[in-house]
Protein backbone atom coordinates (compact mmCIF):
# COMPACT_ATOMS: atom_id res chain seq x y z
CA UNK A 1 0.00 0.00 0.00
CA UNK A 2 1.41 3.60 -0.89
CA UNK A 3 0.67 6.46 1.75
CA UNK A 4 1.34 9.88 0.21
CA UNK A 5 0.95 12.97 2.51
CA UNK A 6 1.09 16.13 0.10
CA UNK A 7 1.79 18.76 2.40
CA UNK A 8 2.96 17.85 5.32
CA UNK A 9 5.20 20.66 6.73
CA UNK A 10 2.35 22.92 8.75
CA UNK A 11 1.43 19.90 10.68
CA UNK A 12 4.92 18.80 11.14
CA UNK A 13 7.87 20.72 10.73
CA UNK A 14 10.51 18.45 12.08
CA UNK A 15 9.31 18.31 15.46
CA UNK A 16 6.72 15.34 15.46
CA UNK A 17 6.81 11.76 13.84
CA UNK A 18 5.22 10.15 11.49
CA UNK A 19 6.57 6.25 12.72
CA UNK A 20 2.60 5.40 13.28
CA UNK A 21 2.17 5.81 9.08
CA UNK A 22 5.49 4.62 7.94
CA UNK A 23 5.40 1.39 9.21
CA UNK A 24 1.77 0.84 6.99
CA UNK A 25 3.84 0.62 3.47
CA UNK A 26 4.92 2.64 1.46
CA UNK A 27 5.02 5.68 2.54
CA UNK A 28 6.10 9.42 1.17
CA UNK A 29 5.94 12.88 2.73
CA UNK A 30 6.51 15.97 0.86
CA UNK A 31 6.19 19.58 2.55
CA UNK A 32 4.27 20.84 0.33
CA UNK A 33 3.44 19.95 -3.59
CA UNK A 34 2.12 22.59 -6.20
CA UNK A 35 -1.00 21.80 -8.45
CA UNK A 36 1.46 20.32 -11.76
CA UNK A 37 3.04 17.71 -9.32
CA UNK A 38 0.30 16.33 -7.59
CA UNK A 39 -0.85 13.24 -9.67
CA UNK A 40 2.47 12.59 -10.53
CA UNK A 41 3.63 12.64 -6.43
CA UNK A 42 0.10 11.27 -5.63
CA UNK A 43 -0.05 8.34 -8.46
CA UNK A 44 -0.77 4.73 -7.23
CA UNK A 45 -1.20 5.66 -3.53
CA UNK A 46 -4.12 4.22 -2.13
CA UNK A 47 -4.37 6.70 0.38
CA UNK A 48 -3.38 10.62 0.08
CA UNK A 49 -3.28 12.94 3.24
CA UNK A 50 -3.87 16.90 2.42
CA UNK A 51 -4.10 20.10 4.37
CA UNK A 52 -4.49 22.70 1.87
CA UNK A 53 -2.88 21.10 -1.40
CA UNK A 54 -6.54 20.80 -3.26
CA UNK A 55 -7.61 17.53 -4.64
CA UNK A 56 -10.69 18.62 -7.56
CA UNK A 57 -12.71 16.10 -9.81
CA UNK A 58 -9.73 16.24 -12.90
CA UNK A 59 -7.09 15.16 -10.16
CA UNK A 60 -9.45 12.80 -8.95
CA UNK A 61 -10.17 10.70 -12.20
CA UNK A 62 -5.97 10.50 -12.44
CA UNK A 63 -6.02 8.81 -9.75
CA UNK A 64 -7.24 5.12 -10.10
CA UNK A 65 -5.80 3.93 -7.56
CA UNK A 66 -7.13 6.16 -4.81
CA UNK A 67 -9.62 5.11 -2.21
CA UNK A 68 -9.05 7.24 0.53
CA UNK A 69 -8.32 10.66 1.50
CA UNK A 70 -7.17 12.27 5.19
CA UNK A 71 -7.64 16.07 5.18
CA UNK A 72 -5.07 17.07 7.76
CA UNK A 73 -7.60 19.84 9.00
CA UNK A 74 -11.59 20.72 10.24
CA UNK A 75 -12.63 22.12 7.13
CA UNK A 76 -12.75 19.94 3.95
CA UNK A 77 -13.24 22.41 1.03
CA UNK A 78 -9.76 21.68 -0.81
CA UNK A 79 -11.34 18.35 -1.35
CA UNK A 80 -14.13 17.58 -4.42
CA UNK A 81 -16.46 15.66 -1.47
CA UNK A 82 -19.10 15.02 -4.44
CA UNK A 83 -16.67 13.51 -7.09
CA UNK A 84 -14.91 11.79 -4.18
CA UNK A 85 -18.37 9.63 -3.29
CA UNK A 86 -19.03 9.10 -7.09
CA UNK A 87 -15.86 7.46 -7.10
CA UNK A 88 -15.73 5.62 -3.98
CA UNK A 89 -13.37 7.43 -2.34
CA UNK A 90 -13.68 8.17 1.45
CA UNK A 91 -12.80 10.98 2.95
CA UNK A 92 -12.16 12.17 6.54
CA UNK A 93 -11.15 15.06 8.55
CA UNK A 94 -10.14 15.92 11.91
CA UNK A 95 -12.67 17.68 14.09
CA UNK A 96 -12.22 19.29 17.69
CA UNK A 97 -8.23 18.70 17.78
CA UNK A 98 -7.64 22.54 19.35
CA UNK A 99 -10.12 24.49 20.87
CA UNK A 100 -7.78 25.27 23.38
CA UNK A 101 -5.11 26.43 20.79
CA UNK A 102 -7.37 28.76 19.38
CA UNK A 103 -9.09 30.33 22.29
CA UNK A 104 -5.68 30.67 23.76
CA UNK A 105 -5.06 32.76 20.43
CA UNK A 106 -8.60 34.95 20.51
CA UNK A 107 -7.48 36.11 24.41
CA UNK A 108 -3.78 36.60 22.63
CA UNK A 109 -5.61 38.82 20.26
CA UNK A 110 -7.59 40.35 22.94
CA UNK A 111 -5.27 41.03 25.74
CA UNK A 112 -3.03 42.31 22.81
CA UNK A 113 -5.19 44.89 22.31
CA UNK A 114 -6.40 45.55 26.15
CA UNK A 115 -2.85 45.41 27.84
CA UNK A 116 -0.78 46.58 25.09
CA UNK A 117 2.32 44.29 26.14
CA UNK A 118 3.92 45.07 22.54
CA UNK A 119 3.73 48.59 21.99
CA UNK A 120 4.91 49.14 26.22
CA UNK A 121 8.10 46.36 25.61
CA UNK A 122 9.10 48.38 22.45
CA UNK A 123 9.20 51.96 24.78
CA UNK A 124 10.58 50.48 27.62
CA UNK A 125 13.55 48.87 24.77
CA UNK A 126 13.12 52.58 23.36
CA UNK A 127 14.60 54.57 26.31
CA UNK A 128 11.22 55.78 27.58
CA UNK A 129 11.09 54.16 30.78
CA UNK A 130 14.78 55.07 31.24
CA UNK A 131 14.24 58.58 30.87
CA UNK A 132 10.61 58.43 32.78
CA UNK A 133 10.16 60.77 35.77
CA UNK A 134 7.67 58.38 37.19
CA UNK A 135 8.13 54.71 38.19
CA UNK A 136 5.46 53.44 35.54
CA UNK A 137 3.78 54.84 32.34
CA UNK A 138 1.03 53.75 29.96
CA UNK A 139 1.12 54.94 26.19
CA UNK A 140 -2.30 53.98 26.50
CA UNK A 141 -5.89 54.25 28.39
CA UNK A 142 -5.41 50.01 29.46
CA UNK A 143 -8.62 48.06 29.89
CA UNK A 144 -9.82 45.21 32.36
CA UNK A 145 -12.23 42.42 31.04
CA UNK A 146 -13.99 42.29 34.31
CA UNK A 147 -17.26 43.38 33.00
CA UNK A 148 -17.19 43.80 29.70
CA UNK A 149 -19.55 41.59 27.22
CA UNK A 150 -17.99 39.13 25.35
CA UNK A 151 -20.40 38.14 22.38
CA UNK A 152 -19.82 34.21 20.45
CA UNK A 153 -21.08 34.02 17.02
CA UNK A 154 -20.97 30.32 16.46
CA UNK A 155 -20.67 28.12 20.05
CA UNK A 156 -18.79 24.59 19.05
CA UNK A 157 -15.98 23.81 21.10
CA UNK A 158 -13.81 26.65 20.22
CA UNK A 159 -16.46 28.95 20.68
CA UNK A 160 -17.72 26.79 24.31
CA UNK A 161 -13.73 27.21 25.30
CA UNK A 162 -13.56 31.04 24.63
CA UNK A 163 -16.83 31.75 26.74
CA UNK A 164 -15.18 29.24 29.90
CA UNK A 165 -12.37 31.63 29.68
CA UNK A 166 -14.32 34.97 29.55
CA UNK A 167 -16.48 34.00 32.42
CA UNK A 168 -13.08 33.16 34.79
CA UNK A 169 -12.26 36.80 33.40
CA UNK A 170 -15.30 37.62 34.95
CA UNK A 171 -16.57 39.07 31.82
CA UNK A 172 -20.64 38.66 30.43
CA UNK A 173 -21.26 36.29 27.57
CA UNK A 174 -23.99 36.66 24.62
CA UNK A 175 -24.08 34.08 22.61
CA UNK A 176 -25.46 33.53 18.72
CA UNK A 177 -26.49 30.64 16.90
CA UNK A 178 -28.64 29.14 14.34
CA UNK A 179 -31.00 27.59 16.73
CA UNK A 180 -31.91 29.00 20.48
CA UNK A 181 -29.55 27.93 23.09
CA UNK A 182 -31.12 28.04 26.38
CA UNK A 183 -28.76 25.46 28.31
CA UNK A 184 -25.83 27.83 28.68
CA UNK A 185 -23.87 28.30 31.79
CA UNK A 186 -24.03 30.99 34.10
CA UNK A 187 -23.35 34.14 32.40
CA UNK A 188 -23.86 32.71 29.10
CA UNK A 189 -27.13 34.58 27.03
CA UNK A 190 -28.73 33.29 23.89
CA UNK A 191 -29.17 36.32 21.78
CA UNK A 192 -30.14 37.21 18.48
CA UNK A 193 -27.21 38.34 15.82
CA UNK A 194 -28.01 42.10 16.20
CA UNK A 195 -28.26 42.21 19.49
CA UNK A 196 -24.42 40.32 20.00
CA UNK A 197 -23.32 43.04 17.62
CA UNK A 198 -24.53 45.97 19.26
CA UNK A 199 -24.30 45.10 23.18
CA UNK A 200 -20.88 43.51 23.06
CA UNK A 201 -17.40 45.36 23.89
CA UNK A 202 -15.50 42.61 21.86
CA UNK A 203 -16.95 40.25 19.17
CA UNK A 204 -15.26 36.67 18.55
CA UNK A 205 -16.40 34.77 14.96
CA UNK A 206 -16.69 31.29 15.55
CA UNK A 207 -19.29 30.16 12.74
CA UNK A 208 -18.45 28.35 9.72
CA UNK A 209 -18.08 30.05 6.43
CA UNK A 210 -20.94 29.30 4.26
CA UNK A 211 -23.01 31.14 1.34
CA UNK A 212 -25.24 32.48 3.94
CA UNK A 213 -22.43 33.62 6.59
CA UNK A 214 -20.03 34.63 3.82
CA UNK A 215 -19.01 38.17 4.27
CA UNK A 216 -22.06 39.00 7.06
CA UNK A 217 -19.72 41.00 8.67
CA UNK A 218 -19.90 43.60 6.41
CA UNK A 219 -20.64 48.09 6.52
CA UNK A 220 -24.38 46.85 7.77
CA UNK A 221 -23.23 44.38 10.85
CA UNK A 222 -19.75 46.90 11.49
CA UNK A 223 -21.99 49.93 11.91
CA UNK A 224 -24.25 48.05 14.25
CA UNK A 225 -21.01 47.84 16.88
CA UNK A 226 -20.11 49.75 19.55
CA UNK A 227 -17.38 52.65 19.18
CA UNK A 228 -14.40 51.44 19.79
CA UNK A 229 -15.82 47.41 20.18
CA UNK A 230 -13.10 44.90 19.45
CA UNK A 231 -13.62 42.22 16.72
CA UNK A 232 -11.64 39.16 16.79
CA UNK A 233 -11.95 36.54 13.96
CA UNK A 234 -9.85 32.99 14.27
CA UNK A 235 -12.80 31.04 12.23
CA UNK A 236 -12.77 31.78 8.47
CA UNK A 237 -11.34 34.70 6.53
CA UNK A 238 -14.62 35.22 4.29
CA UNK A 239 -16.80 36.05 7.07
CA UNK A 240 -15.58 39.60 6.93
CA UNK A 241 -15.93 42.33 4.23
CA UNK A 242 -12.36 43.05 4.57
CA UNK A 243 -12.96 46.43 2.76
CA UNK A 244 -15.36 47.06 5.05
CA UNK A 245 -13.58 46.57 7.76
CA UNK A 246 -10.52 48.50 6.99
CA UNK A 247 -12.85 51.50 6.17
CA UNK A 248 -13.86 51.00 9.94
CA UNK A 249 -10.55 50.44 11.63
CA UNK A 250 -9.33 53.78 9.27
CA UNK A 251 -12.17 55.68 10.89
CA UNK A 252 -10.80 54.76 14.46
CA UNK A 253 -14.39 53.21 14.94
CA UNK A 254 -13.29 50.02 16.02
CA UNK A 255 -10.64 47.43 16.61
CA UNK A 256 -9.43 43.99 15.24
CA UNK A 257 -7.71 41.27 15.66
CA UNK A 258 -7.50 38.03 13.26
CA UNK A 259 -5.93 34.88 12.01
CA UNK A 260 -7.49 34.22 9.17
CA UNK A 261 -7.94 36.34 5.81
CA UNK A 262 -9.84 35.85 2.61
CA UNK A 263 -7.36 34.30 0.91
CA UNK A 264 -3.62 32.72 2.46
CA UNK A 265 -0.98 34.15 1.82
CA UNK A 266 -2.50 36.99 1.64
CA UNK A 267 -2.09 39.38 -1.53
CA UNK A 268 0.07 42.50 -1.03
CA UNK A 269 -3.15 44.79 -1.26
CA UNK A 270 -5.56 42.98 1.15
CA UNK A 271 -6.82 45.97 2.89
CA UNK A 272 -6.22 44.65 5.94
CA UNK A 273 -2.22 44.66 6.15
CA UNK A 274 -2.05 48.23 5.94
CA UNK A 275 -5.31 49.33 8.22
CA UNK A 276 -4.63 50.67 11.58
CA UNK A 277 -6.20 49.67 14.88
CA UNK A 278 -5.60 45.84 13.78
CA UNK A 279 -3.14 42.55 15.03
CA UNK A 280 -3.08 39.95 12.71
CA UNK A 281 -2.00 36.39 13.20
CA UNK A 282 -0.66 34.11 10.16
CA UNK A 283 -3.40 31.54 11.02
CA UNK A 284 -1.57 29.90 13.35
CA UNK A 285 -3.77 29.63 16.13
CA UNK A 286 -4.47 26.18 15.60
CA UNK A 287 -0.45 25.37 15.30
CA UNK A 288 0.63 24.81 19.01
CA UNK A 289 2.74 21.90 19.51
CA UNK A 290 0.13 19.95 21.21
CA UNK A 291 -2.60 20.68 19.04
CA UNK A 292 -0.48 19.58 16.00
CA UNK A 293 -0.04 16.30 18.28
CA UNK A 294 -3.43 15.89 18.72
CA UNK A 295 -4.61 16.57 14.78
CA UNK A 296 -1.80 13.74 13.96
CA UNK A 297 -3.28 11.40 16.72
CA UNK A 298 -6.61 11.87 15.19
CA UNK A 299 -5.35 11.68 11.70
CA UNK A 300 -3.48 8.64 12.29
CA UNK A 301 -6.57 7.19 14.12
CA UNK A 302 -8.78 8.06 11.01
CA UNK A 303 -6.29 5.80 8.77
CA UNK A 304 -6.61 3.29 11.13
CA UNK A 305 -9.90 2.81 10.99
CA UNK A 306 -10.22 2.95 7.03
CA UNK A 307 -7.65 -0.03 6.84
CA UNK A 308 -9.73 -2.00 9.55
CA UNK A 309 -12.99 -1.79 8.02
CA UNK A 310 -14.41 1.31 10.40
CA UNK A 311 -14.11 4.36 8.97
CA UNK A 312 -14.70 7.40 11.79
CA UNK A 313 -14.60 11.02 10.77
CA UNK A 314 -16.16 10.49 7.43
CA UNK A 315 -17.12 13.52 5.57
CA UNK A 316 -18.76 11.93 2.29
CA UNK A 317 -20.84 8.75 3.12
Known amino acids: ?24 GEFA ?5 AGADIVAR ?4 EII ?22 VLATGTNVVDIAAAKARGIVVTNVPAYAP ?7 FAHILH ?3 AVAAHHQAVVDGQWVNCQDFCFTLMPLQSLKGKTLGLIGYGDIGQQVGTLALAFGMKVLVNTRSVIKDLPQG ?4 PRDTVLSKSDIISLHCPLTPETEQFINQQALALMKPNALLINTARGGLIDEAALAAALSQNRLFAGVDVLSTEPPSADNPLLHAPNISISPHNAWATKEARQSLLNIAVANVHGYLQGEVINCVNK
Open 188 to 191: STWV
Open 113 to 115: HTQ
Open 100 to 106: DAVAQMV
Open 1 to 24: MKIVVLDGETLNPGDLSWQSLTGL
Open 49 to 70: LTNKTPLNAKTLAQLPALKYIG
Open 29 to 33: CFPRT
Open 42 to 45: AQGA
